[in-house]
């Protein structure tokens, strides 16, 4: 069976089926490999991607390339957003429906790499060297970098710029429906900046600290009765600033960008901001693992990063990158200098810590009066 019509199996199984394949239960699918692999060795690779607007640009900057200069094909399946129980699945039954992943975000892959389900990478060579260390791990490399920031529009506020989260809170001098993430860590994030602290380090510091997080609700409830909307999925976010429905909207680069690109009046600002990575990881055991680790090493050149944030405007994390890309184009990224320099990244390791009782009281919070 070929790569494409396994991907068009896969695609075909009904949402029981995934739902068990997902959950490691389906006898059949997962403990028969030649299913799913071909027997020919032929030189392709399939690769788990998020889909839409990423599929385009991967499959311009990197799959099509990529076959062109070395013959092997990448063949592209979509995967939901934490694709971490269909990775677990196929690993431990050794059946194998995607060979590696793509748009795999930090907190994600510190998860993969605790539980042993990802294959080592080649990190050789000076594209990789290039790339910054904490994007970067013998599982795992960076391609993208997304900046969650302050957006508004600037139509409804008679001339008047915000220039940090802390204004989100000044009501009198900037009247406006406001919006936030229903997310805790954006939101505590934000809060914590708002309240005078540092970004990076020092907002785990104080979390951390006796009563920190009693310091982040309570500078919450100084906002609550003022956020007209709490949004949920990403492309609402853009949405809000495109209709209007809001006028201060903090959301990730892209999604304001989108609205700028619509024609809504909206300006970002990039201090202040926080930013986490995406990026590439191998599935353990894969037959294919070696032409994986090629495909990622060819991912990494400048060139490619370059040509991929003509689709995204996601930051590229090889700092050459910017020698390919036009200014106009790359003052828009989260790495550009002028940009990355006013922000700060995100201790994934600490939310992976904390999110799920810090999720717990964040919700209990939203539900009271």
């Not at 409804?156 to 860590?185: C, H, M, T, Y």
């Not at 690109?261 to 930013?275: H, I, L, N, S, T």
């Amino acid at each position: 069976m070929s790569d494409q019509e396994r991907v068009r199996r896969i695609t075909n199984l009904s949402r029981r089926g995934l739902i068990r394949v997902a959950a490691g239960v389906s006898a059949t699918a997962l403990a028969t490999p030649f299913l799913w692999r071909r027997a020919d060795g032929a030189q392709s690779i399939v690769c788990a991607d998020p889909g839409g607007v990423y599929s385009t640009a991967f499959a311009e900057a990197f799959y099509k390339p990529f076959e062109k200069e070395t013959g092997i094909q990448v063949v592209s399946v979509g995967r939901p957003g934490n694709p971490s129980a269909q990775i677990k699945a196929q690993v431990e039954a050794k059946s194998y429906q995607w060979d590696m992943s793509a748009g795999i975000t930090s907190d994600i892959q510190l998860l993969l790499i605790e539980n042993g389900l990802l294959d080592k990478l080649d990190l050789s060579g000076p594209d990789i060297a290039a790339i910054p260390a904490n994007m970067k791990s013998d599982y795992y490399l960076a391609n993208g970098v997304v900046t969650f920031l302050l957006a508004y529009r600037t139509d409804r506020l008679a001339g008047k710029n915000l220039e940090s989260f802390a204004d989100i809170w000044d009501v009198q001098k900037f009247p406006a429906r406001r919006s936030l993430r229903k997310f805790v860590r954006d939101t505590i994030e934000i809060a914590m900046r708002a309240d005078g602290v540092a970004g990076g380090p020092d907002i785990y510091k104080s979390l951390s600290a006796p009563g920190g997080w009693d310091r982040a609700f309570k500078k919450l409830d100084q906002i609550k009765s003022q956020i007209v909307v709490w949004w949920d999925a990403a492309p609402q976010s853009t949405q809000l600033l495109s209709t209007g429905e809001v006028d201060i909207c903090p959301t990730f680069n892209a999604r304001a960008q989108n609205a700028i690109d619509a024609g809504a009046p909206v300006r970002v600002v990039w201090e202040g901001g926080f930013y986490s990575a995406e990026g590439w990881v191998v599935l353990k055991g894969t037959p294919k693992a070696d032409l994986c680790r090629q495909f990622v090493k060819f991912c990494a050149r400048a060139d490619r990063q370059a040509a991929y944030t003509r689709t995204l405007t996601n930051g590229p994390t090889n700092p050459d990158a910017y020698k390919h890309i036009e200014k106009k184009q790359a003052e828009l990224l989260p790495t550009y200098p002028a940009n990355f320099k006013g922000t700060a990244e995100l201790d994934n390791a600490f939310w992976g810590t904390h999110k799920d009782t810090a999720g717990a009281r964040f919700n209990e919070w939203l539900l009271k009066s």
